[in-house]
């Protein structure tokens, strides 16, 4: 297999820097701002925007984890038992600007199963997405509202983007078979 960084440590850190300057401006602040990272590599990003958000307007948006396991609609392709991580968001969400973080774009399918368990969770003002990576290939009419970068890729590639919380590296890696 064949892999290519796009993406190093500091790259991830000036696009995480840009979208958290980007979300303060659409959002007008961090009044009723919100930012929920999808499991597994979206909450760390999640909490580095989180971060970035503090650092910059010195108020921290609460954070919350999101796991989407159920809401998938491959479910049963998946595993007979697939693996189940936390959802953990304890405050409300209603009328609240929620920020959604993924590390990857692809079909959209993940990004609706999201926001499907939100909605079960409370109504939220508004739904934004923030994405690491987009990589194109839509099957759902979904877009991302902040991109780290955009990589046009074959269905033959894939994106990897490493997170030094999980997996003791940070980068952004397009691989091929």
Not at 40 to 60: F, H, Q, S, T, Y
Not at 67 to 74: A, L, Q, W
């Amino acid at each position: 297999m064949e892999r290519t960084e796009l993406m190093d440590y500091d790259a991830m850190k000036r696009a995480l820097t840009r979208i958290s300057h980007e979300i303060i401006e659409k959002n007008k602040g961090t009044e009723d701002l919100i930012i929920i990272g999808i499991q597994r590599r979206g909450v760390p990003l999640a909490n580095m925007l989180a971060d970035n958000i503090e650092a910059i307007e010195g108020k921290r948006p609460e954070v919350g984890i999101l796991d989407i396991t159920f809401y998938r609609d491959d479910l049963s392709l998946l595993n007979e038992h697939p693996v189940v991580n936390n959802t953990e968001i304890n405050f409300p969400l209603n009328d609240k600007n929620v920020i959604l973080v993924d590390d990857v774009l692809y079909t959209g399918r993940t990004v609706r199963a999201a926001i499907d368990a939100i909605m079960d969770v409370g109504r939220p003002a508004l739904i934004q997405l923030a994405i690491m990576v987009d990589r194109g290939h839509r099957e759902l009419p979904i877009r991302a509202d902040y991109v780290g970068k955009n990589v046009p890729t074959s269905k033959k590639e894939f994106i990897e983007v490493k997170v030094n919380v999980i997996d003791g590296t940070d980068g952004v890696y397009i691989c091929r078979k």
